[in-house]
């Protein structure tokens, strides 16, 4: 970012942090940063470090960048101590919660990465039927410990993907449509703010900040830890995907359609359009093989679920049925092999005003045309409880859309050069052809890295964007905390 101090003199990879003592090390940088290691719990990471190429690394393999250093903070006194050293001294901060932002946004080159994957813990109120949980945690780790006491609560549909950037975007998942966005269920949050201070933000303290926490993105500070509503669930659930060949896209999707406008607020459902993946629960003569997969969880009793994917079921002849009793932390972990770590990644998103017989061509159209056979689209079904909370209670905006859908080009580390320039000109060409079809805005935790400032005002609206720049303007006036969707101080 212009303007921000670099880390250009510091420590070079070549040298360690014995080079405090020789001559060529500028002295502050080296002071400063022993100073900085000193004061932390946790470890900081420099590029002479051993565990510092790994800790850089996040999910999508195509980013990567270079941080002056690694905090990878033990709490909160950490996160405080490596936001006033970043400000002290100027330089570009990045907070990483579980490093899964396709954008890369986690990681930042010459600056401070304040990373929270070392603060990971879930503690259930099973009384109060609620979750602190911290801000560096994974839904797999939420999934498993609310589970165990037979809780949960909306989360994403992978589960290492991280509770702190997703939260703070908004959140959807399968529970969405029955117990609301992953935001509707917070309800606190503790937050480092750019001045290093601690806050807590809920209805009755900050209550602007805990408005605009809930959708505005890692604009407003780090988080160290969030207070989430939990229900009853399971642990048994019906759920998983139903495949039918992709030549059966249109029919699918166009009965797909109807049956959720009348599919009851317990259903939750994705579409996903690409190969089946090789999985052993898959039967192994279908790896590969182009499909539509309807992946529903019903989020009540397992035979009221059996009752409401009956129709389904039966539609059209599938090419494998798996859908059955699950446990809900199974089911929720059921994907995560699909799209692991280390792959390269490109997203378009938008939502969509609905799924139109025009809308549907088009999906159908471009869907099946990526190279990679990795590729894929999803199509989330919104709606339900998202609908019913007023569009001014959070900073999440698209409460309205019946569908959001993301197109996700996906490569090997080694298949760079004309894979990439294939699988991302194949995202952005369905996403071209979608421009008709598209409802206003786009969710704001799918934008990649070339969807700039204009997309992120775009996925808000005027109104949620002005209101989220002065909440801004009040918690971080200089704009510390931009490495992100970015919300400039209005
Ligand atoms: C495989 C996969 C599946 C997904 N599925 C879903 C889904 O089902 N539902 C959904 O809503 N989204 C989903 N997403 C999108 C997801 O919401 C975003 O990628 C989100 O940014 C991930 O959060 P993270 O903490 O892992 O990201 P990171 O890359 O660590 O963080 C992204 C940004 O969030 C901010 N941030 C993260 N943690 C904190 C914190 N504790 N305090 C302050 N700022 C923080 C920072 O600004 C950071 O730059 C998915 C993404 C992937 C890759």
């Keep these: 970012m212009a303007g921000k101090a670099t880390l250009v003199s510091w420590p070079q990879p070549e040298d360690d942090m014995t080079a405090v003592q020789t001559p060529h090390a500028p002295p502050l940088g080296t002071i400063a940063l022993s100073e900085l290691s000193g004061s932390l719990r946790g470890e900081l990471l420099l590029p002479t470090s051993s565990g510092y190429d790994t ?12 941080p002056a250093c690694i905090a990878r903070c033990a709490g909160v006194a950490d996160v405080i101590a490596a936001v006033r050293f970043a400000r002290e001294h100027d330089l570009e901060i990045a907070v990483r919660g579980g490093g899964h932002n396709v954008a890369g946004t986690a990681v930042c080159d010459s600056g401070v990465v304040i990373d929270l994957s070392a603060m990971r813990a879930v503690l259930v109120d099973r009384a109060a039927r609620t979750a602190w949980v911290q801000g560096g945690a994974l839904w797999q780790d939420v999934d ?35 117990h609301g966005l992953v935001v509707d269920n917070l309800l606190a949050a503790e937050v480092v703010t750019a001045e290093g201070r601690v806050v807590r933000a809920s209805a009755d303290e900050h209550p602007d900040l805990f408005w605009a926490l809930r959708g505005g993105g890692g604009n407003f500070g780090a988080v160290t830890s969030f207070r989430f509503a939990l229900h009853s669930l399971g642990p048994t659930v019906m759920a998983g995907p139903v495949f039918w060949a992709a030549e059966d896209t249109s029919e699918v999707l166009r009965w797909y359609r109807d049956f959720v406008a009348e599919a009851p607020d317990e259903l939750g459902t994705v579409v996903r359009l690409g190969t089946i993946p090789p999985l052993p629960v898959i039967p192994g003569d279908l790896h590969w093989r182009p499909a539509i997969a309807v992946v529903s969880c019903y989020a009540g009793a397992v035979e009221d679920g059996e009752r409401a994917v009956r129709a389904l079921r039966r539609f059209g002849t599938p090419l494998v049925d798996l859908l059955a009793p699950t446990p809900y932390a199974v089911f929720q972990g059921g994907l995560d092999d ?36 990795r590729s ?27 569908h959001n859908i993301i197109i996700d080009a996906v490569w090997l580390p080694g298949e760079s050069g004309e894979h990439a320039v294939a699988e991302t000109a194949w995202a952005r060409r369905f996403l071209q052809a979608l421009q008709p079809h598209r409802a206003g805005g786009v969710y704001v935790n799918f934008l990649d890295v070339d969807d700039g400032l204009g997309r992120v005002r775009e996925a808000y609206g005027d109104q949620t964007y002005r209101r989220l720049a002065e909440v801004k303007a009040k918690y971080d006036p200089d704009n510390a905390f931009h490495h992100n969707k970015n919300i400039e101080p209005g």
């Design 55 to 66: 800790a850089r690394r996040i999910w999508n393999g195509s980013i990567d960048r270079r």
């Design 376 to 402: 894929y689209t999803a199509l989330f079904h919104m709606g339900g409880a998202v609908a019913r909370v007023p569009d001014d209670a959070t900073a999440y905006a698209g409460r309205h859309v019946a």
């Design 338 to 373: 699909t799209v692991p770590h280390g792959w390269h990644y490109y997203w378009k998103a938008t939502n969509l005003a609905g799924l139109s017989d025009d809308t549907i061509a088009v999906i159908a159209d471009h869907a099946f045309a990526a190279s990679s056979r």
């Design 144 to 178: 498993s410990e609310t589970q165990a006491q037979g809780l949960a609560t909306t989360g994403g549909i992978v589960g290492h993907t991280g509770v702190g950037g997703l939260t703070l975007g908004g959140g959807i998942g399968f529970l969405m449509r029955r």
